[in-house]
């Protein structure tokens, strides 16, 4: 069944805004920190990913040009790799991509809202409610964008009025210690610290997912991802030299809720608790965001007939995914913690975000530069693959447990797709 373009340029940025906005910005400073030891050091490392993502958008944005269709990698893979490699990538989608984000968003709103009505150590009502939230919001699709949207405009101004405050209040009431200069430079924990910064980073490549539902979307999917990226690369910038500089490095050396640390340390309880509440609503609408995209994926998968037929669309919301969405993600919030998250996604999306631009190379060598063109082949391409690779690759060799279940997660897609594989809906 072909779906009605409901998205406009503004909606699909302001998706790509949400998606990003969400809660690896909140949390990663703090992690990064602790391995890394010095602010400048941290303050790179979030200026190399904004670099990283836009080298992905720019990449992503030429395969959407070429193949405007929801979908995102498992699109993209299937077509410039092989059905196999479509497959895996909306498995990882389902469970690294949606699934286990949303569950980070939806735990992390609750390390900053809780102190604030007092609901202690116990996230996980909380969580539970801001998912069920998003899936009744999304359940029905025109109520869905409107809020969306109105959601990530709030999102954007509180932001915006936590940085003009901060930055006013940072030079009056804030010493930063002199400790950073003497902190020798560890590449081993930069590259550490680029995966957790990766993840805050995802989201950049939204619209691939939804690009069936994008008015003119050779011209408007493509645009909004670099347009999206821009933005949130120079909000992140300005949010964590607040939330480095606006605190005693003591105080958030690998802490998440780093956020509210530094606004304690700038304006007291009242500031804090403001902050919070901000931060909860730009959690939110992340979570709203992934609900919405992350279906979409699985509903194609669906009908082209490598996931159960219950999840193809029956019309403009494939409610049966939806519902999916929103149970996995309440399964794994109730089970696990913000660091291992944090590894396991950055890991595995890593891996498939720079396949997929592995894919664009092969399809522009197929098919030439006319038919696929991307600003500032081959160097952009080549630097996402490379840097995304050996990070992800560093973290591997590492043991974390974060990345041991993202190479699972991918193997156990093989034997799937097998099970999966029958004759598609659409022919």
Known sequence: MARVAHLGLWSSIALVVANMIGAGVFTSSGYALAGLGARHYVMWAWAVGGILALCGAVSYAGLAARMPESGGEYHYLGQTVHPIAGFLAGWVSLLAGFTAPIALAAVTLQEYLGPVFGLGADRHWVATGAILTAFGMHAVRRPGIILQNLAVLLKLLLLVAFLVIAVVEIPQRTVVENVDAAVPFDLGAFAVS?????????????????????????????????????????????????????????EIRGQAAIGAIAAAA?????????????????????????????????????????????????????LAAVALQAIGAIAIAWV?????????????????????????????RRLGRTAVPVFGYPLVPLVYIVVTLGAAGYLAVSKEHGALWGAVTVLAGLPLYFVFRRRPLRT
């Open 336 to 364: 696990t913690d913000v660091k291992t998250l944090l590894e396991y996604i950055g890991f595995t999306l890593g891996i498939s975000s720079a396949m997929t631009v592995l894919g664009l190379i092969l399809l522009r």
């Open 266 to 318: 700038l304006g007291g309880e009242t500031f804090e608790r403001l902050v919070r509440l901000a931060v909860a609503v730009a959690l939110f609408t992340s979570i709203s965001s992934m609900v919405m995209i992350g279906p979409r994926v699985y509903a194609k998968m669906a009908e082209d007939g490598l996931f159960p037929r219950v999840f193809a669309s029956g019309g403009d919301v494939p």
């Open 194 to 250: 680029l995966v957790y910064i990766s993840l805050a980073y995802s989201g950049w490549n939204a619209t691939v997912y939804i690009a069936g539902e994008v008015r003119d979307a050779k011209r408007n999917a493509t645009r909004s991802l670099w347009m999206g990226c821009g933005v949130v690369c120079l909000v992140y910038l300005a949010l964590n030299y607040v939330f480095l500089y606006g605190a005693p490095i003591a």
